[in-house]
């Protein structure tokens, strides 16, 4: 008889031992990922264009909608480690000696095996969730329509009076945070390793909660660049998001021990 979900995730977690780190060793996971990005560009940088492509569609399509917008580009920091698998795969060929290039990057994808789409779904649904909460939060809480991105600087952000800022920033952090814990290494741990999703988050958590610290540092310094990679029209993504990638990689590396026979 198959054991019951969870005790089984339980086993699943118990035989992937997690390490602690430094507190900064979030700058190193971003050095190796720079690294990894020079030794094999293609890849990343073809994924980062799409990015930057897909992102610049969303703007043209919800520009007079920028409740909209904001919800969907806040929301693309939910799903983004599932896009980034294909270099996950890269950084692992790399660490192997192995040869990497697009074709490995895309190899992820044959669906051979449902567990990282399964959990793709997942995070589209957690991603949605934000840009239907963002969208309600700013419209039924602002005092009038907020169409464009100086509207939302000026009657949101910079508001001399009220807290919908200050309520929008909360109530995504709220969202936000156990995705976050969820999915920091659970993503690359289900690529390299035979684990069920939930095993996966479990492990995800555990790591988060060895490590507040430092993962938080890894949380601040992801959103961080991202939003600096969206600033000069999506172009900074290009290069932003595939070293992003790289680096998440290093993380597991960091975080999971080798697995326990």
Known sequence: MTPPLAPRALQD???????????????????????????????GLLHGLALAAFGLLLALVAHRQFWLLTGAFTGFLLVGPIVATGLYQVSRRLERGEPADLGSALQVWVPNDGRLVVFGVLLAFAGTGWVVTSAAVI??????????????????????????????LGVGALLAAPVFASSVVAIPLLLDRRIGILGAVFTSWRAVLENPAPLALWAVLLTGLTVLGMLPAMLGLVVVAPWLAHASWHAYRDLVAPEQA
Request: charged share 25%; glycine share 6%; proline share 10%.
């Open 139 to 168: 419209t039924g809480l602002s005092p009038e329509p907020i169409t464009d991105p100086l509207m939302f600087l000026r009657r949101v952000v910079l508001a001399e009076q009220g807290w919908l800022f200050e309520v929008w």
């Open 13 to 43: 977690t118990r035989r992937h031992a997690v390490r602690r780190i430094g507190l900064l060793q979030p700058l190193y996971w971003l050095a190796l990922g720079w690294r990894d990005l020079r030794r094999c560009p293609a890849p």
